[in-house]
């Protein structure tokens, strides 16, 4: 006799922002703690990378171990999401956020895994993996709005709103970017800058995604397969 249940996926999309967004705080505090990185803010200040609080000493395992995983669950929720667009009856978004999410978390991997790693090769491979998930995942966390934006018309949750305000900050953090370097001295920390704030609302957007999921009530269905025994 076969039974089924389910599981929430609200939680794929919360783990999907909060494990990598947790990792890099972890890895700032303790990089600056430890003198591997100046002490400031970021956000604010742009004195350091994303890459270099996890590059060395104790954050650089810290960083793989949280980090890897958290691109395995990213895939996991970009299953989920696409799935649910194709229900949603919005076919090309559905499959095309699935392909570019799958790559992306892909590359995000592929950037944790050789990160810290020496050599001309792995600093190519971690630079190119950054630039391809943070490309692909800002596309994929676009096609996801936007779909769900035409299928859940004319209701349209709070959640949803959220996630197309964070698509646009992204949006006005890149154009921002082009011009400044040219226009200020230290154009190093104004990338810096650019990468941190553009990251974070690229993570924010993630648990923001699970609570429409939750507030969607989609489950994901397992099947549970028991023995009958005969009297």
């Not at 609200?10 to 494990?19: D, Q």
């Not at 050789?114 to 950054?130: E, H, I, N, T, V």
């Not at 920390?189 to 990468?195: C, G, K, L």
């Not at 009530?217 to 099947?223: F, S, T, W, Y």
């Amino acid at each position: 006799m076969t039974g089924a249940r389910s599981l929430p996926v609200a939680p794929l999309g919360w783990l999907s922002g909060l494990l990598p967004f947790t990792a890099v705080l972890i890895c700032t505090v303790i990089s600056m703690q430890q003198a591997l990185i100046p002490q400031c803010l970021p956000l604010i200040e742009g004195c350091t990378t994303v890459s270099a609080t996890g590059r060395h000493g104790a954050p650089y395992f810290i960083f793989k171990a949280m980090v890897i995983p958290s691109g395995v669950i990213l895939m996991g929720f970009w299953v989920v999401s696409g799935l649910w667009c194709l229900e949603l009856g919005r076919r090309l978004a559905g499959i095309s956020l699935l392909i570019a999410g799958l790559v992306g978390a892909g590359f995000l991997i592929v950037y944790a895994t050789f990160l810290g790693s020496d050599g001309m090769w792995y600093d190519w491979l971690r630079r190119f993996g950054a630039r391809m998930f943070f490309a692909l995942t800002a596309f994929a966390q676009l096609l996801l709005t936007a779909g769900a934006w035409t299928g859940l018309a004319p209701r349209r949750p709070l959640a949803l709103r959220v996630m197309l305000g964070l698509c646009v900050v992204q949006l006005l953090i890149g154009l921002a970017s082009l011009p400044a370097p040219l226009a200020l001295a230290d154009p190093d920390a104004i990338q810096n800058i650019v990468e941190w704030n553009y990251g974070l609302a690229m993570l924010l957007f993630f648990p923001v995604a699970g609570e429409l999921l939750r507030e969607q009530r989609l489950r994901l269905a397992l099947v549970r397969a028991t023995a009958g025994t005969r009297s």
